[in-house]
């Protein structure tokens, strides 16, 4: 039993603005991993429909372009409201369709609040510099002008936060957006989108014509409707989070039109331990970074490299804490461990295992299906530490459920490379109170990822610092710092108040 009855979760999805009715048919089923309950049955967007609603987002590009951007804050501020009043329920449609404890679904929701107050103060600093010039006369300066029409292509881990990001940069940046969520969570999607839509019916009230038709569109669907979106010239950047499988196939195909892309692909995250760390502090960010999300997020913890002098009284307090974890409905309070997302990704989980076993590993902990009897359709495992003789073929890969592998080092140089020799580079950390360690780690001999950390975990990244990862991460970033320049194209204005035409470089010119 879960803490609500089915017909309660159709009030949520009601008051989340969800018209289910209106929204039904065959092609998606949407099932809680939490049970196996069906959730919706969705219609998706035919493929062959997608022209019509890239063309109203291009038309809608037209006039939100020329809207001020402080007037284009207004509108994320006012989704940022929304949001904060609906958290409660589209952070339990995000636990019921993806199996996240209720602490996180709500965060995941916060960060959806986060970035829109982000994007409002955004609003007013979307300034580019003015350059000295070598001529007389003359100035040069940076404008950051609208891209075009933004996709949003979503992976199922974080339904409701990762189009928010994108769709808040995109909104304050002059671009109209179409949001793709995953077929495994379009409800979720949909609880934040609703949130936008009542947001822009406010925000006409207020400006009139101001957000025009178009400026926001939904396209529920599987891979066919994305891949219109990413192949279409109109579409001025695709912004795709997912597995660096769909990312191989993204990238060059928008490369291919010379379209602008955001990747954000797969991790295979690691932490160091040296002998200088505070060791209870470690054991406390391992368990959250390499179990929280039942292992289901781009940034879990998957590998950790110990010093071997420290190794074995890590693993004491380490599976002193695995042996107390509480593994069940992720509805229910005290539970920290939620279902993984489906029977593939637990029969992943199995074949990484068994690979691991082969390749030398030995199981420490966990692994096995648990709660089978209460939820015959809901896969729960026992996280798994697995102690690893050496950086194996199937430690190099990304296997989305709580499996942590255990690697020793002898110096940290060598943990360095061990941390780098992964074909992934989203985040990783370094434990240790050793001013020359830490600074090792995060200098340019040190760590090779997007995200590098100091005495905290790799995962549950504020939304100010840019995020994203190297190599087969794909690259990019998005969220905070300057990552908006992404959704913006700059352009250099070079401008001449003299009377005379003097060249650059001092040429002479007839
Ligand atoms: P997935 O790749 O199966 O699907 C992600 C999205 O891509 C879905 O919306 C899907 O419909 C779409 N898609 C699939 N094939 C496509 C194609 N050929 N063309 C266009 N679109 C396509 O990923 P998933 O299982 O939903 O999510 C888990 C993966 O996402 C993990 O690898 C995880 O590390 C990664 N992830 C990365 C980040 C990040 O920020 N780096 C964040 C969350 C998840």
Request: proline fraction near 6%.
């Amino acid at each position: 039993m879960t803490a609500l009855p089915p017909d309660d979760f159709a009030t949520v999805l009601q008051r989340c603005g969800i018209d289910l009715p209106a929204l039904s048919g065959t092609d998606i089923a949407v099932r809680s991993p939490i049970d196996g309950t069906g959730l919706a049955r969705l219609a998706a967007r035919p493929a062959a429909g997608m022209p019509a609603v890239i063309g109203r987002a291009a038309e809608a590009f037209e006039s939100w372009r020329l809207t001020p951007a402080p007037v284009r804050g207004e509108l994320v501020r006012l989704w940022g409201e929304e949001l904060r009043r609906a958290k409660a329920d589209i952070g339990h449609v995000v636990s019921r369709e993806v199996g996240k404890i209720v602490q996180e679904g709500l965060g995941e929701v916060q960060e959806a609040v986060d970035i829109c107050e982000f994007a409002l103060g955004l609003s007013r600093q979307l300034h580019g510099k003015t350059i000295v010039s070598e001529r007389p006369g003359h100035r040069i300066m940076e404008q950051y002008h609208p891209l075009g029409p933004v996709a949003i292509i979503t992976a199922f881990n974080f339904p409701s936060a990762v189009f928010a990001w994108n769709a808040a940069l995109a909104l304050v940046c002059g671009n109209p957006v179409i949001f793709k969520p995953s077929e495994k969570a379009p409800l979720s999607g949909l609880a934040t989108f609703k949130a936008l839509e009542r947001a822009i019916a406010q925000f006409t009230a207020q400006f009139g014509e101001r957000a025009p038709a178009g400026l926001a569109q939904i396209a529920l669907g599987g891979s066919d409707v994305a891949e219109a979106l990413v192949d279409s010239p109109q579409i001025a950047l695709v912004s795709a989070t997912g597995s660096s499988r769909m990312g191989r196939t993204v990238g060059p195909r928008v490369a291919a039109r010379f379209g602008k892309r955001i990747l954000e692909l797969g991790g295979n995250n690691a932490m160091v331990v040296t002998p200088a760390a505070d060791l209870d502090l470690a054991v406390r960010a391992i368990v959250f970074s390499a179990v929280g999300t039942a292992g289901q997020r781009c940034t879990t913890l998957r590998r950790l490299i110990v010093h071997r002098d420290i190794k074995q009284a890590l693993l004491d307090k380490l599976l002193k804490a695995y042996a107390s974890l509480r593994i069940g409905d992720p509805l229910q309070p005290g539970t920290l461990v939620g279902p993984l997302i489906d029977q593939a990704a637990f029969h992943a989980m199995q074949d990484s295992l068994a690979q691991a076993k082969q390749q030398g590993g030995t199981v420490l902990t966990g692994g096995q299906r648990v709660l089978e009897e209460r939820f015959p359709q809901g896969f729960y495992v026992a996280p798994a530490i697995v102690d690893m003789p050496g950086q194996t073929t199937i430690v190099r890969h990304e296997t989305f459920a709580p499996l942590l592998y255990v690697l020793a080092y002898e110096d940290l140089a060598q943990a360095i490379a061990l941390n780098n020799d992964v074909p992934q580079g989203l985040s990783s950390c370094i434990f240790s109170n050793d001013l020359r360690e830490v600074e090792t780690f995060l200098s340019a001999a040190g760590s090779d990822c997007g995200m590098a950390n100091v005495n905290i975990g790799p995962s549950g990244a504020e939304i100010g610092g840019a995020f994203g990862g190297e190599k087969e991460t794909g690259g990019d970033r998005e969220s905070g710092s300057d990552a908006w320049k992404q959704y913006m194209r700059r352009t250099t204005n070079t401008i001449n108040y003299s009377r005379e035409l003097p060249l650059a470089q001092g040429i002479h010119f007839g």
